[in-house]
Each structure stands twice: as structure tokens, then as C-alpha cells.
Nanobody
């Protein structure tokens, strides 16, 4: 079992920054991929940034188009805490952000929520104009 706890959400102004943290505990060594998802009101949960844990040949994070150039994922999953640095925030970034992890092999696709069996409780990010 893996437990995930997010923190760091809050209110930011457009153009501002926030850093989210995800503290992992339990059977961390079994985790294959970790990352962040978000869900805005009335929308489906979508991937933001994902990284394969401990893969020296593919340690680059996979970012959604909306996150590229603005968000940075750090901590490759080999550590117990993962961060999402979010810069140049816009109101469209307002959502609940979830930390996710899987010990599996992405049976439903690398970015599919179905491929991730461990989830945190989420942390609210609100960006105002």
C-alpha cells in the first residue's frame, strides 16, 4: 500500500506561483510512476505532470500542454516527497490537484486516471484575476 498526502494549495493571483508537495509513505519502492492530476469543477480529471520513478534512461517528466513551460515536477519518485512548482498561474489553473501513483504498467494508458491506483485527498488551487 502507498499513502499520498498533498499540501501547498491555496489562493494565488494571476501570474503568481504556488508549490505543491506530495508526501508518499508505505511501499514506495514498489511505485513505478508518480505524478499530478487536476480536476476543475464540471470537468474530468486530467494529468498535469507524470514521471517514471527511478528510470535513469527516461527521467524526464511528461507534462500536459497547459503545464509545459510553466510547471516543474521535481523529485523522481525515488524520494518520499514530490513537488510541483507552478509559475505564471492563470485562472484556468483553478482546480483540485491530486497526487497519484501506480505500481503497475499503465494498462489504460500512461496518462489515464485508470492506470493509477493510489491517490491523495487533493489540494485546492484557486487563481484569481
Amino acid at each position: 500500500q502507498v499513502q499520498l498526502v498533498e499540501s501547498g494549495g491555496g489562493l494565488a493571483q494571476s501570474g503568481g506561483s504556488l508549490r505543491l508537495s506530495c508526501a508518499a509513505s508505505g511501499s514506495i519502492v514498489s511505485v513505478r510512476t508518480m505524478g499530478w492530476y487536476r480536476q476543475a469543477p464540471g470537468k474530468e480529471r486530467e494529468s498535469v505532470a507524470l514521471i517514471i520513478r527511478g528510470d535513469a534512461t527516461n527521467s524526464a517528466a511528461d507534462y500536459s500542454d497547459s503545464a509545459k513551460g510553466r510547471f516543474t515536477l521535481s523529485g523522481d519518485g525515488a524520494e518520499s516527497t514530490m513537488y510541483l512548482q507552478m509559475n505564471s498561474l492563470v485562472p484556468e489553473d483553478t482546480a483540485i490537484y491530486f497526487c497519484a501513483a501506480t505500481t503497475g504498467t499503465w494498462s489504460w494508458g500512461f496518462r489515464s486516471t485508470r492506470s493509477y491506483e493510489y491517490w491523495g485527498q487533493g489540494t485546492q488551487v484557486t487563481v484569481s484575476l
